[in-house]
């Protein structure tokens, strides 16, 4: 894998104050940023980044392999003036000339929220440059993509040269997530085989819960996990709270009603058995008389047969 420093030049323009992406553009080029670090950093723990402000011109965070550093300073980052594109790119390219690995490739990663008020010619010029330097460019293009395209093509085009695919122009339209968009990007796909590195993974990036790793900046990632358990309790408690009054009605009305029920159906039950012993009781004596009556009967059965005999035998002798 190739080691590379990469400045990342953010659009903080009041442009950017803009809600067409969520929750604003600022907020949505923060968590593409942090998206593109972790990615970089999965790739090769050894790559540097640094981080510049359009608006201002200024170095926030210079070279390193550090992605905490990276993101403290980007939430820090405020919407303020208009960009200069082309005077945010020289002073990026000055801070990769300083990076400490001469080994490493150089890459600048400029986000582009608002206008680029420079002329084509001017921006060919300044892409001759990098290109001489071997400085690769990769352009994230949002927001204003209408008025920027054409001037940004030429742009990324020019870096590249003939038969180059090193730079890349990302134009990407209003929607709900920026970061979303770069995910199958080329910005965000590995040198080698052109497999996508930071996708999908359970709502975080590389894999990591809030998109951060605990390995990297442990005090933002236990603040995050603390934040979301405390939200998760005021959630139960407002939950208990609203179903205990409900409760408390069902137990005031109906439990008596089903604790009378069932006491009225065991002394039912009591009654019915009570009035069955009784009942066998009374019911015995002629069932005894019933049963002697049948015994005298079946006992005195032959007699009666002989009697009979006797009067047929009369009667023949008569």
């Not at 600022?26 to 790559?47: F, M, S």
């Not at 409760?247 to 009591?270: M, N, T």
Request: net charge negative; with cysteine; proline share 3%.
């Amino acid at each position: 894998m190739v080691l590379e420093s990469t400045i990342i030049c953010v659009d903080n323009s009041e442009y950017m104050r803009n809600g067409d992406f969520v929750p604003t553009r600022l907020q949505a080029e923060q968590d593409a940023v942090n998206l593109i670090c972790h990615a970089k950093h999965k790739a090769n723990a050894e790559n540097n980044f640094g981080l510049l402000s359009f608006s201002e011109h200024k170095v926030l965070v210079t070279l390193t392999n550090e992605v905490g550093k990276i993101l403290t300073a980007m939430h820090g980052v405020q919407p303020i003036g208009n960009i200069n594109f082309l005077t945010g790119i020289r002073v990026a390219q000055l801070a990769l000339k300083h990076r400490q690995t001469k080994n490493h490739k150089q890459r600048l990663v400029l986000f582009v929220g608002s206008p680029v008020e420079n002329s084509e010619k001017e921006l060919i010029t300044v892409a001759k440059r990098l290109k001489k330097e071997n400085v690769c460019v990769d352009v994230i293009s949002f927001g204003e993509e209408s008025v920027n395209t054409e001037k940004l093509t030429s742009f990324v085009n020019t870096v590249n040269g003939k038969g180059g695919s090193n730079s890349h122009l990302v134009t990407i339209s209003s929607g709900p997530y920026l970061s979303e968009a770069l995910r199958s990007s080329p910005v965000i796909s590995a040198e080698e085989g052109g497999v996508a590195m930071g996708g999908s993974s359970g709502g975080g990036y590389d894999g990591f819960q809030f998109g951060v790793d605990p390995n990297e900046d442990p005090e933002l990632a236990l603040a995050l996990r603390v934040s979301l358990e405390e939200q998760r309790q005021r959630s139960e408690k407002e939950s208990k709270e609203e179903v205990k009054p409900m409760e408390q009605g069902e137990v005031g009305h109906v439990a008596p009603v089903a604790g009378a029920a069932v006491k009225d159906e065991e002394e039912s039950f009591q009654k019915a058995l009570a009035l069955s012993m009784e009942t066998d009781r009374v019911g015995e004596p002629e069932r005894v008389a019933v049963e002697t009556r049948r015994e005298m009967v079946v006992a005195d059965g032959p007699d009666e047969d002989d009697d009979d005999d006797d009067d047929e035998n009369d009667h023949d002798h008569a």
